[in-house]
């Protein structure tokens, strides 16, 4: 039986060092605690294990429970929902039944191995019914939620079939953390719009309990981009890869994203085609890498973004590129993390554009690489990140022609502007890391 249990939809294990594993596993291990989550591999049906002190405790998911819950009810419809509807959602009754069977496998799981009293952190938009179950069940928890994405507009969750009980789901913890101020305030909108409760501040009453809703913004293991910024070989790669773009030459523009259409990919690149068509860069002077990893390409909204990536990147290379030097490098790869630094040191403009992200850990991760306090920023204004790096060239990535300033901006911006504007930015990163996300979160749950 454990006192602290990690609930989420993926397991820490071939996970790679991610954020929300580097900040919960040390948490996790310190007080004898467990992991709840599926393995990645669907009818698989591991043992529960030990896994780096932590107590693993696997939830199957069968081929279908992938298609319905995963594919289709996270990812086809909360995921577009959730993100201002940027590609329509879809609505289907069985995805919405698998949703509930699987999170309430989940909720079992974690009963099944949570300690009396113990305290609970369920996570994201996969496991939005938890919380009230486990609240069901198990009365005597002390329930945390952190959404990783946005919470919608009042107007635009009220589309959601079965709404209410995604309200009901989540008012089940005790603390519902999200990425921003406003969508805890859209939150609890929403519980007085569908369930006639009444706010005050950040809390409501709800079933003789009292309830916060409240921003917790995520960030990154900051020590570990700054120990492989710092890593004499990440740093000959990035002199390498400068070299092998055309040197200090040429101006080095780089993306990094998730092949999502939520990063407004296509919109960042049809902006660096229109530079070059109009002549504001040119192929001797600028180059764009972008680096698109796969994901979730089973599900049909990705295949259509990808052809459209792929059709664009072509159209700008044989329109614009030369023998042996295209102005436009694209990456259909998964890369490690020292290859990811070694692209942040390299890189003169980081351009993260997309049209809504909860947060953006690629924005703070750039920031947290420039030991040298070199580079610039372009960032989306619709990013969770935004609110604190307000020492970005912030950009409205709808308007193509804002994008263009925004780049065009950072371009003419002298080294020293530069120098202070990301000095200030790491300022706040290296204050605000996740493990300090992490205890600020369980501080004020208790
Ligand atoms: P994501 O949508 O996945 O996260 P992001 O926050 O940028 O977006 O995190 C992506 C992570 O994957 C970063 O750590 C990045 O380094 C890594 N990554 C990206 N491309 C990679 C590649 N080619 N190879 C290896 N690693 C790569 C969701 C929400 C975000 C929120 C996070 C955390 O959508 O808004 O910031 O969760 O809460």
Same mark, same amino acid.
């Given at each position: 039986?454990?006192? =602290?249990?990690v609930?989420?939809?993926?397991?820490?294990v071939?996970?790679?060092?991610?954020?929300?594993?580097?900040?919960?596993?040390?948490?996790?291990r310190?007080?004898?605690?467990a992991?709840?989550?599926?393995?990645?591999?669907?009818?698989?049906?591991?043992?529960?294990?030990?896994?780096?002190?932590?107590?693993?405790q696997?939830?199957?998911?069968?081929?279908?429970?992938?298609?319905?819950?995963?594919?289709?009810?996270?990812?086809?419809?909360?995921?577009?929902l959730?993100?201002?509807?940027?590609?329509?959602?879809v609505?289907?009754?069985a995805w919405?039944?698998a949703?509930?069977a699987?999170?309430?496998r =989940?909720?079992?799981?974690t009963?099944?191995v949570?300690?009396?009293?113990?305290?609970?952190?369920v996570?994201?938009?996969?496991l939005?019914?938890?919380?009230?179950?486990?609240?069901?069940?198990?009365?005597d928890?002390? &329930?945390?939620?952190?959404?990783?994405?946005?919470?919608?507009?009042?107007e635009?969750?009220?589309?959601?079939?079965?709404?209410?009980?995604?309200v009901?789901?989540?008012?089940?913890?005790d603390?519902?953390?999200?990425?921003?101020p406003l969508?805890a305030?859209?939150?609890?909108?929403?519980?007085?719009?569908?369930?006639?409760l009444?706010?005050?501040?950040?809390?409501?009453?709800y079933e003789?309990?009292?309830v916060?809703?409240r921003?917790?913004?995520?960030?990154?293991?900051?020590?570990?981009?700054?120990?492989?910024?710092?890593?004499?070989?990440?740093q000959?790669?990035a002199?390498?890869?400068?070299?092998?773009?055309?040197?200090?030459?040429?101006?080095?523009?780089?993306?990094?994203?998730?092949l999502?259409?939520?990063?407004?990919?296509d919109?960042r &690149?049809?902006a660096?085609?229109?530079?070059?068509?109009?002549?504001?860069?040119?192929?001797?002077?600028a180059?764009?890498?972008?680096?698109?990893?796969?994901?979730?390409?089973?599900?049909?909204?990705?295949?259509?973004?990808?052809?459209?990536?792929?059709?664009?990147?072509?159209?700008?290379?044989?329109?614009?590129?030369?023998v042996?030097?295209?102005?436009?490098?694209?990456l259909?790869?998964?890369?490690?993390?020292?290859?990811?630094?070694?692209?942040?040191?390299?890189?003169d403009?980081?351009?993260?554009?997309?049209?809504?992200?909860?947060?953006?850990?690629?924005a703070?991760?750039?920031?947290?690489?420039?030991?040298?306090?070199g580079?610039?920023l372009?960032?989306?204004?619709?990013?969770?990140?935004?609110?604190e790096?307000?020492?970005?060239?912030?950009?409205?990535?709808?308007?193509?022609?804002d994008?263009?300033?925004?780049?065009?901006?950072a371009?003419?911006?002298?080294?020293?502007?530069?120098?202070?504007?990301?000095?200030r930015?790491?300022?706040r990163?290296?204050?605000?890391?996740?493990?300090?996300?992490?205890?600020?979160?369980?501080?004020?749950?208790?």
């Open positions: 039986m454990n006192q =602290f249990v609930v989420a939809n993926r397991l820490p071939d996970a790679g060092p991610g954020g929300l594993v580097s900040a919960l596993q040390p948490i996790a310190s007080s004898g605690g992991w709840v989550g599926w393995t990645g591999n669907p009818g698989e049906r591991p043992e529960p294990f030990e896994h780096e002190g932590v107590h693993i696997p939830v199957e998911l069968s081929g279908e429970d992938v298609d319905h819950y995963y594919e289709g009810q996270s990812n086809s419809t909360i995921w577009p959730f993100h201002d509807a940027v590609e329509p959602p609505h289907r009754r919405r039944v949703y509930e699987v999170n309430r =989940f909720a079992e799981a009963a099944s949570a300690a009396e009293g113990a305290t609970v952190w996570h994201d938009y996969q939005l019914l938890v919380p009230a179950m486990l609240r069901r069940d198990r009365p928890l002390r &329930i945390g939620f952190f959404l990783h994405i946005p919470f919608p507009p009042v635009l969750f009220m589309q959601l079939p079965r709404r209410t009980d995604f009901r789901g989540l008012l089940g913890a603390l519902v953390g999200f990425q921003q969508a305030q859209n939150f609890l909108r929403l519980t007085t719009q569908l369930l006639g009444h706010p005050e501040g950040e809390r409501v009453a003789g309990r009292t916060t809703a921003a917790f913004p995520i960030s990154i293991d900051v020590a570990e981009i700054e120990k492989l910024a710092a890593d004499p070989e990440v000959r790669d002199a390498r890869l400068r070299k092998d773009l055309g040197g200090d030459r040429r101006l080095l523009l780089l993306g990094v994203d998730r999502d259409y939520t990063k407004g990919i919109q &690149i049809e660096y085609g229109e530079l070059l068509a109009d002549g504001t860069i040119s192929n001797d002077e180059v764009l890498v972008q680096v698109a990893t796969p994901s979730r390409m089973r599900v049909a909204q990705y295949q259509q973004l990808r052809e459209r990536v792929e059709r664009e990147v072509g159209r700008i290379n044989g329109e614009f590129g030369d042996g030097r295209a102005p436009l490098h694209y259909f790869q998964s890369r490690t993390r020292a290859e990811l630094v070694a692209l942040y040191l390299a890189a403009i980081m351009l993260v554009t997309p049209l809504r992200d909860g947060m953006n850990l690629v703070k991760e750039y920031v947290a690489a420039r030991r040298d306090e580079g610039a372009v960032l989306s204004e619709f990013t969770g990140a935004a609110s790096l307000d020492d970005a060239f912030l950009v409205n990535p709808y308007d193509v022609d994008l263009k300033r925004g780049i065009g901006a371009i003419a911006t002298g080294p020293e502007e530069l120098t202070a504007r990301m000095r930015m790491r300022e990163v290296r204050a605000h890391d996740v493990d300090r996300w992490a205890r600020d979160f369980l501080d004020v749950l208790g």
